[in-house]
């Protein structure tokens, strides 16, 4: 009868092929999933580039509401630390006084008159200091904005002020 020895060479070899056979199965998992990684983030980061990842609709308008409670309304875009709005539009207020009665006496009754407001949008870059139609805002200095839609009364009143002026 013959006895099988164990060679203690041999033994050695076939460890190191299992920790050889181990490691390269590992390594091809963690290639494997570098590569799933790698075409997930191409994936997202060009599926945001195309759909706008900062949420602006680039074809419409939106309103920025002011840290000092002004809203303005434009084309808004996103340049850094700053975001920039053009074309810009912002509401304004005229109140009238109606029917004061100076002969009531009380000022109560003064104080308690009708009064009208009327608010018109008005075309920015016509002030006294005559800026130019672009706005650079700091990010910390705005509230919000939102997308403004298409059939909103604004944006209707921006196509309608833009029709008359290249009439």
């Known amino acids: 009868m013959r006895t099988i020895e164990s060679n203690p060479q041999t033994e050695e070899q076939v460890t190191r092929l299992q920790r ?6 590992t390594n091809m998992r963690l290639l494997i999933i570098a590569v799933v990684a790698v075409l997930v983030a191409g994936a997202y980061f060009g599926f ?3 759909a706008g990842s900062d949420g602006i609709r680039r074809e419409g308008w939106q309103a920025v509401f002011l840290d000092n409670g002004q ?10 630390d700053f975001y920039v709005l053009s074309d810009i539009y912002y509401l304004q207020a005229e109140q009238t006084v109606l029917g004061v009665d100076t002969t009531a006496g009380s000022a109560d009754n003064q104080q308690a008159a009708a009064k009208k407001q009327n608010t018109r949008l008005v075309k920015f ?10 706005m650079h ?5 705005i509230l919000f904005w939102e997308n ?4 909103s009364n604004v944006v209707k009143a921006i196509q309608e002020s833009k029709t008359q ?3």
């Not at 805002?137 to 200095?141: D, G, Q, T």
């Not at 403004?148 to 059939?151: A, C, P, S, T």
Request: charged share 40%; net charge negative.
């Open 148 to 151: 403004m839609k298409d059939e």
């Open 48 to 50: 945001v580039k195309l």
């Open 20 to 25: 050889w056979e181990l490691s390269t199965r």
């Open 71 to 80: 809203v303005y309304f434009g084309k808004l875009s996103i340049d850094s």
């Open 137 to 141: 805002i700091e990010r910390s200095k």
């Open 165 to 167: 002026l290249t009439k």
């Open 125 to 134: 870059g016509n002030e006294l200091h005559g800026p130019e139609d672009e």
